[in-house]
């Protein structure tokens, strides 16, 4: 069913139940936190259990989100028959406005419809990309791909934008993939390690694309990566930090993450593979005198990522264990120790040779 | 004298000093504060005032420093006969090592190398992207514009990359712009803007190029504003929210910021004029019920910007009063409360054909 007939389908239930019997409810998932998500192993992606929530109307602790939900779903709908989108912050604006009579605010605060945005996802089952509603953009593409725009006709390849490359727009709905040169998508955390790896012509030598997150991925990058994965067919390798937060930025890559659990099918990359900075590779390439002794956060957050099932394999706690025993972490920027070429000449091809990934 | 003759000058003169009266010294222009600059007023910029001083290599307090700025000039050196670049990280893990015998690190934080880099820019009166060391990349370009770089040779248009645009790199050095079509710059603050701009198709229906700054403009995205208005001629427009950061964002693309005031002609674009958002649209525009309260962070600032001499105009005093006297701010989205195409359709075109700018 597609998104307008989702939407359709809601305003009519609710439309009906009115009539029928004056009360109306909205049915939702539940919100994925650490208890309601699983991991689903064979699937290897982090998934929500399957449960429901229901939001009546004439519930006097419910009314007011109640009626935010339609009024989101309302400029929903708006937005999909115009095929046009909006920030979260313009929607806030959109809709926020005093009821005459009763005297009293739509929305007081932005994070109220954010977070109602959020229930109408979990109430159709689908991404707000999908009813037109997009977050802040972030991430930049390179690499001899040629993209179209299926809203503005345009078409460009994304390796002749010297070192900037592309901007990745906060949705990527509307872009089709019209022709691909590369071997592999490697996913970078840091844009000066984008731009050094372009300097060094590394995706021309190597059929690489390229992606730069800059730090966690904006849903927009996440939806590009897993599309280049299953709808082109390429492997896809993450790099990032040796540290628990670069480690994080691959799981979330891979796996979803949990309060968008529901969604990790449409926004995980369930077999990338993690090409590095492991603590292994600390030692094996001489970084242990440009290591970073570990803060208590550091440690912390170690040992929370141990703990979480899809973490839970040989290889994983390998790391976590030799991080902590060494009590070091390590940037990907740290490999500029031996030399600018080093990670393109010689760490990169040597570690995608031998297939040095972690699970 | 062109950036690799001022390398070689800066280490000759150290060489021949030691050999003479084995006293090196280098001189700096004195770190630009609120003390150290002075606002040109004809010019419209924030000036170092020219005061020097001088580091000694046989004083005990400023061996360290002396010689970490002379690794970060020989690296400096490396870089521009390479013709390539390094990230201040990276500086920093090149240069970082342990010195024999004596044991002691050259750099012991990345805090260390990023202020010798400055000190080496206040030496050669030079900016760093001129010696191959880049900040950060931020921002965005859309619009009828064809660049190209001039060490790879790629060349490409910056209206045909559907919504995503041309991500701006941490160094435009290389960046030659080949045509333009376009009557005037608008920069934004925020790249929901960029985006609901360019899907209005405002570039393209007003001869417009849009840049995103993504909050304070990047080094590169500064240097490319200025670019566009004094290689190109075209007029420099900056779209901001209307609180106390908007305008000091507005100020530092103007006027440059204080700590780099030695670079304002190279950073700084002085007849760069405000589109808003003005407290005067927040009324005109009726705004007023999308406003935001002030907070007491926003007073403080507010009351900091009003003694700047460079805000000390009337048009900028009597925003500044407004702001105070009615306690509000207000951001460049809350123009969605009309509509989304309102600041495309008529907020932005009505201010530009009455010339309703700020100074």
């Known amino acids: 069913m597609d998104i307008l007939q989702k939407l359709k389908q809601l305003g009519e239930k609710i439309y009906n139940e009115f009539l029928k019997n004056g009360d109306p409810r909205i049915e939702f998932l539940t919100r994925g936190n650490i208890k309601t998500v699983e991991y689903d192993e064979e699937k290897d992606i982090i998934k929500l259990k399957e449960k429901q929530s229901v ?22 709908k708006e937005l999909v028959e115009s095929n046009k989108h909006a920030s979260l912050r313009e929607v806030y604006y959109q809709l926020k406005h005093t009821i005459p009579y009763i005297n009293e605010n739509t929305f007081d605060e932005q994070s109220e419809s954010d977070s109602v945005i959020e229930d109408l996802e979990r109430a159709l089952r689908a991404i707000r990309e999908q009813f037109g509603i997009v977050a802040d953009r972030k991430g930049y593409l390179y690499g ?25 727009p906060s949705t990527i709905e509307e872009i089709d993939i019209v022709d691909v040169n590369a071997d592999y998508v490697l996913v970078v955390e840091k844009d000066a390690m984008f731009e050094r790896l372009i300097e060094e012509r590394f995706p021309e030598k190597n059929r690489a694309l390229l992606i730069a997150t ?40 891979k796996r979803g993450s ?29 970084l242990k005198d440009v290591a970073i002794q570990l803060k208590p956060i550091d ?41 600018l070429e080093f990670v393109a000449n010689k760490y990169l091809p040597e570690k995608i040779e031998k297939g040095e990934f972690l699970p």
């Open 144 to 168: 001899d791909i040629t993209l179209k725009d299926r809203n503005r006709g345009d078409e460009w390849n994304c390796s002749k934008l010297g070192l900037g490359g592309w901007g990745i």
């Open 299 to 339: 440690v912390k957050r170690v040992k929370e990522l141990m703990e979480y099932p899809w973490f839970k394999n040989k290889e994983w706690q390998r790391q976590f264990n030799k991080m902590l025993k060494l009590n070091i972490k390590a940037e990907q920027d740290a490999l500029a120790k031996h030399s």
């Open 258 to 286: 949990m309060n968008l659990a529901m969604f990790s099918e449409q926004l995980a990359t369930p077999d990338a593979k993690f090409i590095g900075l492991t603590i292994d590779d600390v030692i094996k390439y001489d």
């Open 214 to 253: 800059k730090g966690q991925p904006s849903r927009g990058t996440r939806r590009l990566i897993r599309k280049l994965r299953y709808e082109v067919g390429l492997p896809v390798y993450v790099f990032t930090d040796g540290d628990p937060w670069g480690f994080y930025i691959y799981s979330v890559i």
């Open 55 to 76: 939001r009546r109307f004439f519930d006097v602790g419910e009314t007011r989100r109640f009626t935010q939900t339609l009024l989101v779903a309302a400029l929903a």
